[in-house]
């Protein structure tokens, strides 16, 4: 499998689903109200301190930042 996963992925089997995680605690934190611990452990992280290690290598900002983010661009769609 691990072979097999890094031919096709160019990532570990672990790296991958981890990014696969990632990508939709950060459709949760555009999308819903919750908080990021919340969030975290929703999509199967169980420490907070680690989802939030791992969420701003991939995307460059604390999931605390992202959530504001997005929450003014969707305020600015509406006004």
Same mark, same amino acid.
């Given at each position: &499998? ?12 672990? $790296? ?5 995680? &990632?990508?939709? =605690?950060?459709?949760? &934190? ?9 969030? =975290? ?20 900002? &604390?999931?605390?930042?992202?959530? =504001? ?9 509406? $006004?």
């Amino acid at each position: &499998l691990y072979k097999r996963m890094v031919a096709l992925t160019g990532q570990s089997p672990v $790296a991958f689903i981890r990014k696969i995680r &990632l990508q939709r =605690a950060a459709q949760y &934190l555009e999308k819903s109200q919750l908080t990021v611990s919340e969030i =975290a452990y929703k999509v199967g992280f169980n420490s907070t301190k680690y989802f939030t290690k791992y969420f701003k290598k991939e995307f460059n900002m &604390l999931p605390s930042a992202y959530t =504001a983010r997005h929450r003014k661009k969707r305020q600015e769609e509406m $006004a």
